[in-house]
């Protein structure tokens, strides 16, 4: 059964809720009444969509509504972060049903991070919102370039032993399924597009602040990856000229080397060995502690100088760098998320301030600064919906459709 162009586009109409009825999707697709009939007939019978209830009449015979079964199938949702993981199933209108999440050092390596992601996975399948669901697709979010056409990490700087390594294809082996794979912050932004506080958002900036610092980038109404998939990495603009500041990329100067959670540990640490940094931090690492980024922020909460120091210097080095962003690319909204973004009105201030002051008037008439809604789970939402995306393109669709579900199939 092929999937014809006028499939897709009445499948499309149905599942965004745009025309839910035969007379709808008459007036909406320009098609005869026999080939939107025979259209429907497909997607039925394939288990796509099913009528429902009646809609109200417009004159005569009250018609039903059509509804897409997004029961169907199951996909999966997986953000890595640097010290993290969150994997989660969704159906595939991306409501969430279940997630896991586990604290997790991506240094542990691909084989083993990849293990634990199917450990989790395999959790979930079993789990009660699962039952007597097959999971068609899967999506994953790294914290690090990816090629997206190959799926594959490239050149990670805080990923060591992930260079170049198959992602895509480990995961799809292990789990029998289409799989997509994409930087973290593309995802995150994608989230917050689909489900958060960019909905109804055309042109947007999500930027990440955790370890490191990334951006996701959406232009009228679409993920912008650029032409390597690399979009978007605003860690490394150059923001300050101290050739003794070294970023972990392999250059001088880069923003995630002065302002990321990294760098703000890094500060924090030498400063209370020299002992001029905060008490609060320090009572923290007595013992040999390791601090985190979450120490920093509560002790800025918690009023320590030393602290609020710390997040509203790595806030106004931010906003230089999303200067050149927002004079560049001129985004209606800029939401700002990650671990470090919890500190809140300090840290979104100092953003703005430089923003405003360095940006073009016309680039800033309208634009607004914001925290994420969807938090800790952004990147698991946001991958499922790219999984989603990817399994309903037409050519995609035509292949599996024709066979009746992608279950052991390849993303092409």
């Known amino acids: 059964m092929p999937a014809e162009p006028e499939l897709h586009a009445i499948l499309g109409m149905v599942r965004s809720g745009s025309a839910v009825t035969r007379p709808e999707l008459l007036r909406r697709s320009g098609l005869g009444r ?9 997607l039925e019978a394939s288990g796509l969509v099913e009528e429902g209830e009646l809609a109200p009449s417009t004159g005569g015979r009250a018609p039903r509504r059509l509804r897409f079964r997004a029961e169907a199938g199951l996909v999966l949702g997986a953000e890595l972060e640097a010290r993290s993981m969150t994997v989660g199933i969704t159906d595939l209108a991306g409501e969430p049903l279940e997630h896991r999440s586990l604290e997790w050092d991506v240094l542990a390596g691909p084989e083993e991070t990849l293990r634990t992601l199917r450990h989790l996975a395999d959790e979930l399948l079993h789990s009660p919102p699962a039952a007597g669901r097959q999971l068609w697709a899967a999506g994953v979010g790294l914290p690090a370039p990816v090629e997206f056409r190959s799926g594959t990490p490239i050149a990670p700087p ?31 932004a994608l989230g917050e597009l ?34 390597q998939g690399c979009a978007g990495d605003v860690g490394h603009v150059r923001v300050v000229d101290d050739p003794g500041v070294a970023c972990l990329c392999g250059k001088r100067g880069c923003l995630e080397a002065v302002a990321g959670g990294g760098a703000l540990i890094r500060r924090a640490a030498a400063d209370v060995e020299e002992g001029k940094g905060s008490p609060y931090l320090a009572k923290l690492m007595e013992g040999g502690r390791a601090l985190r980024v979450a120490d920093i922020v ?18 106004r080095h931010i906003g230089m760098g999303l200067a050149a962003v927002v004079n560049f690319f001129n985004p209606s909204l800029v939401i700002i998320g990650g671990p470090l973004a919890v500190a ?29 809604q969807l938090g800790a789970v952004g990147g698991m939402r946001g991958a499922a919906f790219m999984a989603i995306d990817e399994l309903f393109r037409p050519a995609f669709l035509e292949t599996w459709l024709a066979v009746g579900t992608p279950v052991g199939m390849r993303a092409p």
């Open 344 to 372: 809140g009105d300090r840290l979104i201030a100092a953003i703005k301030e430089e923003v405003f002051h360095r940006s073009l008037a016309l680039a800033t008439r309208e634009l607004t600064i914001g925290q994420s």
């Open 158 to 188: 805080i990923m060591p032993g992930w260079d170049g390594f198959p992602v895509r294809d480990r995961v799809a082996d292990n789990l029998g399924i289409p799989v997509w794979v994409d930087n973290e912050v593309n995802l995150l």
């Open 34 to 42: 026999t080939l939107v009939n025979q259209r429907i007939a497909q």
């Open 298 to 315: 509560q002790a800025a909460e918690a009023g320590d100088l030393a602290a609020v120091d710390y997040v509203i210097g790595a806030g």
């Open 194 to 227: 689909r489900a958060g506080a960019a909905r109804g958002t055309d042109d947007l900036v999500y930027v990440k602040l955790g370890t490191g610092i990334g951006a996701g980038l959406i232009s009228q109404g679409r993920l912008h990856r650029g032409s």
